[in-house]
């Protein structure tokens, strides 16, 4: 059973709803309740019947429209944010790369690696915080796709084909950017771990050397 509401107005004596039925001399299209806030303003709250107006069919075709415009600027907000985290992070390891060339050509100098050391290992630290969040993007950014994926097959099942066939062209173009940006990281992944080694091969030349200077000396 509706439960009946009484507003009180002082406009007019009463606003009576019930069983969905406006009693007041307000068109059936539209209804205007006043409504006591806990700040004591009045808010004026807007009912309108537009069942007579559209299809259920429009109306759905509509609102799918509606979701698929919403999900597809999600998944393009998602995928600019974590483009650009792959960027920077691409960025910060070409900066690691080259101070670990230049830590080769210090080698010997103690004072000049331990000063280029620090760097180094703050370099490392960003590196790291760029990894944490192309993590937690990429997260967001799958769940993105998902609801994108889902709102097209609403759209198609509602009978809103372009909506549908919007939301794959999406789909498939922000793949392929971020792919690209992904694989662009990947590359210099690639350059730093071959830097590394050859850091510590360098490192480990150096160390020999000595003891073959050392071993020598002790010999002479």
């Known amino acids: 059973m509706w439960s009946r509401l009484c507003l009180f107005s002082r406009s007019t004596p009463w606003y009576c709803l019930s069983a969905g039925l406006f009693t007041t001399g307000q068109s059936k299209q539209e209804a205007k309740v006043n409504e006591v806030m806990p700040n004591s303003s009045k808010a004026k709250m807007y009912l309108q019947d537009i069942s007579s107006d559209l299809s259920h069919s429009q ?3 509509n609102a799918s429209s509606t979701t698929v415009d919403a999900a597809s600027m999600l998944l393009s907000q998602s995928a600019v944010a974590i483009i650009a985290v792959y960027d920077s992070y691409t960025k910060s390891i070409n900066d690691l790369v080259e101070l670990l060339k230049l830590h080769a ?3 010997g100098d103690e004072s000049a690696e331990d000063d280029l050391w620090q760097v180094i290992i703050q370099a ?3 590196v790291d915080e760029k990894v944490k969040a192309v993590q937690e993007l990429t997260g967001l950014l799958n769940t993105s796709r998902k609801v994108l994926e889902n709102a097209a097959e609403v759209a198609y099942l509602a009978g809103c084909e372009y909506s549908a066939i919007t939301a794959n062209e999406k789909l498939h173009t922000t793949h ?3 792919e690209n940006a992904r694989l662009s990281s990947q590359k210099m992944e690639s350059e730093l771990a071959q830097a590394q080694q050859h850091d510590i091969e360098d490192v480990m030349n150096l160390e020999d050397s000595k003891n073959k200077e ?3 000396d002790q010999e002479g």
Do not use: Q, T
Request: glycine share 0%; net charge positive; aromatic share 0%.
């Open 59 to 61: 109306l759905i075709k």
């Open 105 to 107: 050509e210090c080698l």
């Open 124 to 126: 490392r630290v960003e």
């Open 176 to 178: 392929v950017l971020v």
């Open 214 to 216: 050392n071993s020598k």
